[in-house]
């Protein structure tokens, strides 16, 4: 690790119709990177108009004379950055399932490190201000400014469970927050009857001290007394309600919950601000159904995002040995755990069963294996990066790295892995005011990216 809290690594590289050269740069790190030409100190934090001499790796492709700009908008395409075998000799129900070409951004973009000093945090959500609001795991959030400083810890909330995979999890701006101030939030409510996965929502107080008034609107009952999967993310919609995604607390006994609708385990549900179910869920009518479920049959589900043109919902969730998945959700889909996988247990047994496909079961978009371990996920939207618009962001923890997806006509045509010599657990990602991505991890570091 580098000593400076600031570090500063920029890619370079332009696409030429004919000629595509790839400079790579690598300011102040003295860590582990293997691509990187050997590295020039630095202690200035600023970005690439104020760089130190620089080495630079070029690796130049055939050219045929003809120049034109550079289109980084352009798809270019290499092997899959998946090199290490499958857990598993399951079959893709189609070829682009698993394992897409790999992606390589053509435009320049920096990497900065913004601080070191959050502490555990869990989840970064962006305020209409430019400003971020941070959740940290023991029951605290932060709100930080785009150059990284941020408040001491803001408290006001229930006691959070915070063994294992509990704590204060994830964070969203309502979206009157200007006038409101309300912030929603996941939690692992702790109670003598064990803990759950509950959304609750309070006041950031005017001087910034505190979340006033802060109540629990839902819970994904039943109570249970371990400490894993959780989930949990929300994301407001388009009309302004609230998705929610669980998971099925990961023991045997409450696994099977996934496939039933009476309880909150491996669900995404939809509800109202106030946490009541929102009209037209397709459970509603269902008798000894919550009718807050929207889809279940899920394992345990941290990714979360709201399409920004479509308003779809995908999600990115955490599978067995092998078999993390990226679904888009539709209205009272199954999405088959534990019945289907394309994972094993952890031992190296298959899933009981030890099936794939079943009738009426939704298959995943995507799914890997090796496991991505799938954080927190957004959408690019900003135009400063042309060729991002569009693409999902997932924050990866056991694989340290941030996948890139490409989507086209809602398949996955590309992937590409950044970040991945920086050793980082990425709990959750966002989208700057400035169209730059911003990332924490679970060592407490903020990332800025673009
Ligand atoms: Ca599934």
């Known amino acids: 690790m580098n000593n400076s809290l600031t570090k500063l690594k920029i890619i370079v590289s332009s696409i030429l119709s004919t000629l595509m050269v790839m400079l790579v740069l690598n300011a102040c790190d003295t860590g582990s990177s293997t691509s990187v030409p050997s590295a020039t100190s630095s202690s200035e934090p600023s970005m690439a108009t104020t760089a130190p001499p620089i080495d630079i790796d070029i690796t130049t492709e055939a050219t045929t004379g003809a120049v034109s700009t550079p289109v980084p908008t352009e798809l270019v395409l290499v092997e899959p950055f998946e090199t290490n075998p499958p857990n598993t000799a399951y079959q893709p129900v189609s070829t682009d399932q698993t394992r897409a070409p790999g992606a390589m951004t053509q435009t320049a973009y920096s990497v900065t490190i913004l601080t070191d000093s959050l502490v555990s945090p869990w989840a970064i959500a962006a305020l209409p201000d430019g400003r971020f609001v941070v959740t940290e795991k023991a029951g605290t959030m932060r709100i930080t400014t785009a150059d990284g400083t941020h408040s001491e810890p803001i408290g006001g909330f229930p006691e959070v469970d915070d063994r294992g995979q509990g704590g204060l999890l994830d964070v969203a701006i309502s979206p009157d927050f200007a006038s409101s101030r309300m912030l929603y939030f996941t939690l692992a409510e702790s ?260």
């Open 191 to 450: 109670t003598a009857q064990g803990s759950l996965t509950a959304v609750g929502r309070g006041r950031l107080s005017d001087d910034e001290s505190m979340v006033e008034s802060f109540e629990i609107i839902w819970r994904a009952i039943p109570y249970f007394d371990n400490s894993a999967h959780f989930g949990s993310s929300l994301a407001f919609d388009q009309d302004g309600n609230i998705f929610v995604t669980t998971g099925e607390r990961s023991d045997l006994s409450t696994r099977p919950n996934a496939q039933l609708l009476d309880n909150g385990y491996g669900k995404v549900v939809h509800i109202t601000p106030d946490g009541a179910p929102v009209p037209g869920n397709p459970f509603v009518d269902v008798p000894g159904a919550l009718p807050e479920i929207y889809s279940y049959g899920h394992r345990n589900i941290i990714g979360l995002a709201i399409h920004p043109d479509t308003g779809e919902v995908w999600i990115a969730e955490m599978g067995p040995r092998g078999g993390d998945e990226l679904n888009l959700i539709e209205a009272g889909g199954n999405y088959g755990w534990p019945t289907i996988s394309y994972g094993i247990e952890y031992s190296g047994d298959p899933i009981p069963g030890g099936l794939t496909v079943m009738d009426d079961m939704e298959q995943p978009v995507y799914y890997w294996d090796p496991v991505l371990a799938p954080g927190g996920m957004t959408f690019y939207t900003s135009g400063v990066i042309a060729e991002w618009q569009g693409n999902l962001f997932i924050g990866g923890l056991g694989s340290k790295r941030i996948s890139r997806i490409v989507l086209d006509n809602n398949r996955v045509v590309a992937e590409e892995w950044l970040l991945v010599d920086e050793g980082q657990r990425f709990r959750d990602i966002c989208e700057g005011l400035d169209g730059a991505l911003y990332a924490v991890t679970d060592d407490g570091l903020l990332y800025r990216i673009g």
